[in-house]
């Protein structure tokens, strides 16, 4: 991954819970706990490492992003299911930038590397 020079143009985020994966087989109780939760979370963060230029977008303009995915663990985990599990933390994201996150164009990566995060980079 290209390194930015300008490192407030990124935010790290939690990894999301394992009730937003679509393999995830319970209740929808803690689903829609877990969704509320991450939602949440992701937006205070947001807020708490702002990106100086998001409030300078045109509005209605697109956001493109670059989401990279840092595994907790070695287990093999599917993109799709991965981007799927993060919905709810665009959507707060999208909630933090006062958007509408059908403005929100994400391009996604997987790294090689552990941490139990996600990264976030305004492009």
């Not at 143009?9 to 937003?20: A, F, I, M, N, V």
């Not at 977008?57 to 981007?83: S, W």
Request: charged share 25%.
């Amino acid at each position: 991954m290209t390194q930015s020079k300008n490192l407030s143009d990124r935010l790290t985020l939690p990894w999301p819970p394992k009730e937003l994966s679509p393999n995830y087989r319970g209740h929808w109780g803690p689903v829609a706990s877990a969704k509320k939760k991450y939602r949440f979370a992701v937006r205070i963060l947001a807020l708490q490492q702002p990106i100086p230029f998001i409030e300078h977008i045109v509005e209605d303009a697109p956001i493109f992003l670059e989401v990279e995915f840092y595994p907790p663990d070695n287990r093999p985990r599917d993109q799709d299911n991965m981007i799927a599990s993060f919905k709810a933390g665009q959507d707060g994201l999208a909630d933090a930038w006062k958007v509408n996150d059908k403005r929100i164009n994400c391009t996604y990566k997987i790294s090689q590397q552990k941490g139990g995060m996600v990264k976030v980079r305004v492009l």
